[in-house]
């Protein structure tokens, strides 16, 4: 019921404001939803489905495709583009769906917040019994929301990683070459599954 | 006697030094909405579209991805199948071995953080040492990080030289121990002269049985990971590439700490 009522001011408020939750609370939602999925007793393939469908919400996939196309952003059709995006979306959310089931505990807390304009960087930690990473999201506001594009762990952005990698694909083998790529691995990762 | 009563009483002058340094080195929790002069520089590149520059140099690509090829090897039909078997050890005891030869290499990461002025993490190094080796059973169990709240922070030479500008050089691939880079790779020979303990201990040793040693911690060190290169290898179009980005990175991030 409180949720609903939450709810419900969001809609309400969302067209007086432009932005209606801070970057904080933007991810501290997105995590509160992933955690309340892997804390469930759900199936692991259902956690996975439902655990896809909370992040998607937050993910700019546009702003995570332009950062690491980099250069080739531009150059690229429109109809590579769009063959791109929903290939480097599965790509991602394998490479974090396949953690779900090393989760064993584990909490997120939140550190500085910085904010300039439609950009901001936001610290956080996951500390478990095991570990202590530094996790840093980077976000950008598009239509009223803030969206992730780059997440750093241990000072490694997984967007520069990528886009390393890929120009260096993209640089040998043309466009046409890395979606061949993406495709084989997807399969073979889909295979192994 | 007397020297037992000699370490309790450097306990208890030590317990404060270190319980001075425990508290959280850097405050958070506070929503800061003013910013730094690197904030603008930590997005800069992510939305410069021209920037083209690779992460690190690496001439050597093609040699590289041998040694890279070989190690790969090494790790699952060697190390891996090993470290899975010692799997069989508790947890907690491989964790304790892992302990026992960080805190061995102490004196490096206390000499690493002088050489770069930081005194403060110089100081909470010399206090981890004593502490871990005295209440932690000469290392065996990280007390300071347990109970003190002091975690160990890793120093090398490598990021002593990066400290000093110096910049990482070529990307290498060494041997056995794999990513690292010109400049890393030299720090890694220093270092080795900075760590009187493991020294002392393995000064009979042949080279073999120094190098059984060696194997016998990386062994230990893959029993507790949680098969991160096996991930790697499976999510990355191409793992050579993924890793150099991620090792370029991280070392980068490990000279500003």
Redesign the interface.
Known sequence: MRLLCVCLFLLLTLPAYAVSA?P?EQVKQMVDGVFAVLNSDLAADLKREKISGTVQKFLGIESLS??TL??Y??KATADELNQFMPLYLK?LE??YL??VD?YSGGKV????????GD?A?L?T?FVSERF?IPVQY?LVEKAGTWQI??VLI????L????R??????LRKDGFDG?LT??EN?LAQ?EK?D | MRLAIFFLFLLISLLPVGLAFAQPS?G?????????DD??Q??A???L????T??ISDPLEALNRRIFWFNDKLYVYLLKPVARVYRVVPRPARKSVGNFFANLSSPVRIFNSAFQLKFGDAGRESSRFFVNSLIGLGGLIDVADHYGKI?EKDEDFGQTLGFYHVGQGPYLILPFLGPSSLRDAGGLVVDMSLDPFTNYLTRNMSLLEKAELKAARAVNYLSLD?DSYE?IK?????PY??M???YA??R???V?Q
């Not at chain 1, 807390?109 to 300039?116: D, P």
């Not at chain 1, 390393?164 to 694909?169: A, K, M, T």
């Not at chain 2, 958070?28 to 730094?36: A, C, I, K, L, P």
């Not at chain 2, 579209?49 to 083209?52: F, H, L, R, T, Y």
């Open positions: 801070t904080q332009q950062r980099g250069v952003w531009k790509i394998r490479t396949n953690r090393d807390e939140y550190g500085r917040e910085r904010v300039k950009k960087i610290d930690r202590d980077k594009y780059d241990e000072g490694v952005s967007v520069r990683s990528y390393s990698s890929y120009n260096e694909i890395l790529k993406m691995k990762i192994v | 850097e958070v929790t506070s929503v800061d909405q003013e910013f730094d904030f603008d930590e997005f590149d992510d939305f579209e021209e920037d083209d690779p992460l975690p949680d991930k499976r999510d990355a179009l191409d590439l993924f150099r980005a991620a990175q991280y980068v991030a490990k500003a």
